[in-house]
């Protein structure tokens, strides 16, 4: 059953190559714009690690991704030690660019209430170019 799911998956991408397409364009496109709020990215997968500092509580900026209802997957202490706690960002091909930006916006909101992101930075959507 696994690997009749995994052929299965192969035979979609085979078929319709414009996921993958759409799935680069838009990790392009959420780097781009996480990178003009100040957050480090540092993949070009469709996974994202957004560093959370061992100084600010990641569960109390889970807690307010939630109240956004914006669901991030969070990795913590002690899983892994202090200073390497992130939450992951999951990419997909189907993400449309309203579900992408307000990503980012949510992003950017709690980055500034948590003293993530400096609070002088412009969140303005300039479109971002993608290859």
Known sequence: MVLATVLGGLEVLEREPERITALHTNIRYVSERLRGIGVAVTTESAIIPLKIPSTIDIRDVGRRFHEASLFMNAIEYPAVSLNAQRFRINIMATHTRDDLDRLVDTIAE???????LAPHRSFDREPVACR
């Open 110 to 116: 709690v980055g500034q209430q948590v003293g993530l």
